[in-house]
């Protein structure tokens, strides 16, 4: 059997890592390096070319070449490069193949699955975009995994022992991510995470060129159009100016004449560390907007945090380290090389697939990077309009999980509704992004307010099992939606459902506790006023815990109810209801 190989498909530069000898490896290309430019490139000849060669290319040749097109992953865009047209997937497929190939000689045998790491905020569309490139490279895609995950995998594999909260600030070439978790004696808890797909180095190096070009009373749009020899580069030594910027006070940026021609003529601008701080301020500033969040959806103050890790090529910039040490007055982790560290998480991801021993005390659990639900009607003013979302699995959910809501029809006599099925945080779902949808007919004639419920299973690998029906109606509608795992075969998707049925809790379907609520209720008209309130308090509760889907949450609020028909003197509600302590 081929080993599964972790590759981090970077905007920038890409990696690959093979777990071997009880540890993961990092994987040389053709020239010796392990990083691999994430740049395309055709020519003359139509000859496709792939990294350093190509990165080399986009200088000279720039309508040739290209570069940051993960940020087109899950877009219907296309990109020309000498007269052909390529979708990102495409290109993206290109890069891997490469990897693949690097791969196979390094291993000496034939290499046809990988996990492949994605932003944490990538969407649904932008994970199956990457399955799709995986595929078109040959490989099959095990699994899907969110970069500061596989970045705190590495982290906690070296470091098994530790008890700490972290926090993951994954800086890449083109996104930005923030993950927080929990690291307990080799288990892996994500509490919740955040991030901007349109923000990165990249963003960094455009905005010292464009500081340039104004200095000289030219604007960087209009120039990238006019000399794209220029810009391109300009682009290239404000990215080495960028990196000198990394380990020394000053760098001196040459400025290309328009037709892209830099020689002993050319004029120098030069930058110190503290004006570059300044230019970039408002990208520092973004970035704090994603840390709030993922702290905020965590309930974690920055004094909570126990260690701050950086990730990706980007937080070598002493900008990040001082964001960090001002917001949480420490220093960041920077114990493994950022730009390394992702792909030797998806080393051990793969290692975890493959049950090896080097890994089996490591745990991990993932969350719901996205809000997953429904397509409603809301009433105002006696109109019913359309459009809106109602959530049912919340973002940073911990996975797998199982979520049930109850909704109800609009119309009199209304038999069957159109469930649409939504991802994002919007309000509206026209802002959101839609996954599918499912038809749920046999619905009883009557007035509105029938009763519809609609339940969501998710897991691990990106399947969405989404079931409706009417209760006491008997029949039930079910529709699975697998975008992101285009890769699996359908045995394997039967066999994740099948998995997804142990995680299910519905105690609502239990007529044992039907015959409770429906006890309760009679019982509701016949105590004192002073304790209907009291009855009243702790059915409600009993009723939203049995549609909640958590088994703590039921059991105590069922133990609650049950103790209070004891205190109102009612021994034995029901011959199937037993007193629980």
Known sequence: MSEIVGIDLGTTNSLIAVFRDGRPQLISNVHGDTLTPSVVGVLPSGEVIVGSPAKELRVTEPHRCAATFKRLMGQNQSLKLGGKSFIAPELSAMVLRSLKCDAETFLGETVSEAVITVPAYFNDHQRKATRLAGELAGLKVRRIVNEPTAAALAYGFHDRQARKKLLVIDLGGGTFDVTLMDVFEGALEIISTAGENFLGGEDFTDRLASAVLSSRNLQFEVMEQRNPLMVSRLREECEAAKRILSTHETAAIRIPDPRGILDSDSADFVISRSAFTEIVRPLLDRLRGPIDKALHDGRCARHEVDEVILAGGATRMPAIADLVRDDFGRIPCCSLNPDE????????????????????????????????????????????????????????????????????????????????????????????????????????????????????????????????YVPGGGRKFQAILNHQSSGLSNDEIREAVKRMQAIKFY???????????????????????????????????????????????????????????????????????????
Do not use: W
């Open 341 to 468: 560290v992702v792909a030797l998480g998806a080393a051990v991801q793969a290692a975890l697939i493959v049950d090896d021993v080097a890994v089996e005390d490591v745990v991990m659990t993932d969350v719901c990077p996205h809000t997953l639900g429904v397509a409603i009607v809301k009433e105002f003013g006696g109109h019913l309009e359309e459009g809106y979302f109602s959530p049912v699995i919340h973002r940073n959910t911990t996975i797998p999980v199982s979520r049930e809501e109850r909704y109800a029809t609009v119309h009199p006599h209304q038999t069957s509704i159109l469930l649409q099925v939504y991802q994002g945080e919007a309000r509206r779902v026209k802002d959101n992004l839609l996954l599918g949808q499912l038809t749920v007919d046999g619905i009883p004639p009557g007035p509105p307010g029938q009763p519809i419920e609609v339940r969501f299973t998710y897991d691990l690998n990106g399947i969405l099992e989404v079931e409706a």
């Open 507 to 581: 105690p609502r379907d239990d007529l044992r506790n039907q015959r409770l609520v429906l006890f309760c209720e009679r019982l509701v008209g016949e105590v004192g006023v002073d304790d209907r309130d009291r009855l009243e308090a702790a059915l409600d509760l009993f009723e939203q815990a049995m549609s909640s889907g958590d088994r703590d949450r039921f059991s105590e609020a069922r133990r609650l109810l049950i103790h209070l028909l004891l205190d109102l003197g009612i021994a034995n509600p029901e011959p199937d209801v037993e007193e629980e302590s």
